[in-house]
């Protein structure tokens, strides 16, 4: 899996002239599932971004992670992850297919709704607009292919 985490004061996605999901403070994550992840992966990721440590304390170190500041969680499917960059149009079989990709987006989701946590989203396959107001700007790439 691929997931751009972005700290934000507040995000939305909108479908069709509609507000599908929106978060104030917490994470805008863009997750992109590849053709080899399972569920372990999308529970492992949902767990490293669930946990990261990205807001800042008292002392204006990035040392809280979502919980400690109430925050929630925007999750967009975000196929072009995947994007083969090798020629000036991009490819994208390297993401995996939707009866793959749906199931782990929405375990993804779930797991991180079981923490406690409020997960709004956008649709899968949909053609979306994304908005948020970057904090910081943060913004943190995770690959589950590259780190274990």
Do not use: W
């Not at 899996?1 to 995000?11: E, L």
């Amino acid at each position: 899996m691929r997931a751009v985490v972005t700290r934000v004061h507040h995000a939305s996605v909108t479908i069709d002239g509609k507000i599908n999901g929106q978060i104030g403070e917490g994470f805008l994550v863009l997750l992109g599932v590849g053709p080899n992840d399972t569920a372990e992966t999308a529970d492992k990721l949902a767990d490293k971004i669930c946990n990261l440590r990205i807001f800042e304390d008292e002392n204006e170190k990035m040392n809280r992670n979502l919980e400690q500041v109430g925050g929630s969680l925007l999750v967009v499917s975000q196929f072009t992850l995947y994007a083969d960059t090798s020629s000036r149009r991009p490819g994208f079989t390297g993401a995996a297919k939707p009866d793959v990709a749906i199931p782990l987006y929405e375990r993804f989701m779930a797991h991180c709704r079981e923490r406690g946590f409020t997960v709004e989203h956008g649709e899968f396959g949909a053609k979306m607009e994304v908005e948020s107001l970057n904090h910081g700007p943060v913004t943190i790439l995770f690959d589950t292919e590259q780190t274990k």
